[in-house]
């Protein structure tokens, strides 16, 4: 009892009201679009198993997934904390600096569908090589349908920076139910007229429609504040930042390829069961990766900025509460791992086989959960504090590691072999992280 006291006043200490209710808003609606998005996946499950097109339809959706979390949402990240300087600046001119922000990440976004275009003609049948024609028109058709969610996911993410910035996470969080929404309802109602493009038209049509919701939101605000361009050492700072930050992105999102690679060498169906075997311990990572980095960066930033003891100290605090909670509820899904699957999937082309293989799997995935968590509290923590380039390196160092770890685990233990290795990364990565930003304390 003594113990339980002492820690909620450290947490009543640590998080003042307003952003317990942050946690709280954002958290619920997190829960929320997930359980909305794994019944989605249920559906998908059901209608097509672990088929060709559901491993066509990955890849198609991996390769613009894959350029948004590199190039545009470190940029948003960068946005942020050097906006929060911005405002706090005595000469801060706000509008000069949304404007040069917006106008980066729409000309960036803009290269980038073009490269991934020109990458579908010329070096599709490269990456992933050994497959029939049929395999990779399925991913090209579905490529191309998704190619204008690499700018609409871009500018939405703008604008829903906004609105956290101001604390409005209602809103930002909300536009998050659009795509499993409208996924669901193509597939209750157009699947037969859409075929294979079903999956790839709900999520376009559900990134529009988050983009439009967080553009109106922004200027009912009056959030949007555009002005003439005028440089200035703080956007100097964040495009200084951003190579380092482009490249730790860049390395990272690569490894999900390289997952990819290894598991397309397999049986058909193997990347369908990775990804239905990550789908839960993705889902419980995800809400917490959301609820922390829609409100930590906002929260480290200001407090860097007004007292770099204090925010120290609740970081140490945070990582011990959020693994502490992380590691008890993986435990009790990997305890019920299989009795999990075979309620959730079992049904229609997915088999008992399947049931097997995926929860298996999953025990392996849930493993990492706790160390994710830690290593993406820190990254929030980095980036708040300026300090892009140690991401960089450690990025490479998990690129080499898994490759490595690839080649020997998918000969030894075939799938497996691929989500042990991801586990691995991620433990060692997370101490990587945790001890070089806690010893920022006394080298700062």
Known sequence: MRRTRKLLTQLTKTLNNQMIQNFLVVGVITVVIKGISFYKETLVSA???????????????????????????????????????????????????????????????????LCVYLFSIYGLEHLFPGHTERYYSLIRGQLYILLPCITIWAVGNYFSGLLDIANKFFVSSISALFAPVMTIIFLFTLVDELGSYVLSLGLLCGSSSALLLNLFCS?????????????NDNMRMMLKQ?????????????????DQFFAAQLIVGSIAAINYGVRIPNILVGILMIVLGKILLPFFSRQIGNNKEAAFQNLKFILKLVFGLSLFISSIFMIFSEEIIRFVFERGEFDPNDTELVSSLQIIALLYSPFV???????????????????????????????????????????YGLVLSTTIVCIINSFLYVTYTLRLRTSD
């Open 47 to 113: 209608e097509f198993g672990l088929s060709e097109l559901l491993d066509t339809f990955f890849i198609a959706a991996l390769i613009p997934s894959f350029i948004q979390n590199v190039f545009l949402v470190a940029l948003k990240n960068l946005f942020i904390p050097n906006y929060i300087i911005e405002q706090k600046s005595p000469e801060g001119r706000i509008g000069a600096f949304q404007a040069f922000t917006l106008l980066t990440i729409v000309g960036i976004s803009l290269v980038l569908t």
């Open 219 to 231: 200027l009912y605000f009056k959030l949007v504040k555009f002005a003439k361009i005028r440089f």
């Open 242 to 258: 951003y190579p380092p930050k482009i490249i730790s992105a860049f390395l990272t999102g690569v490894n999900p390829f390289v």
């Open 373 to 415: 968590l830690c290593t993406l509290i820190c990254v929030q923590f980095l980036t708040a504090f300026n300090k892009n380039k140690f991401m960089a390196w450690a990025s490479l160092w998990n690129l080499v590691l898994n490759l490595i770890l690839n080649y020997l685990f998918v000969k030894i233990y075939g799938v």
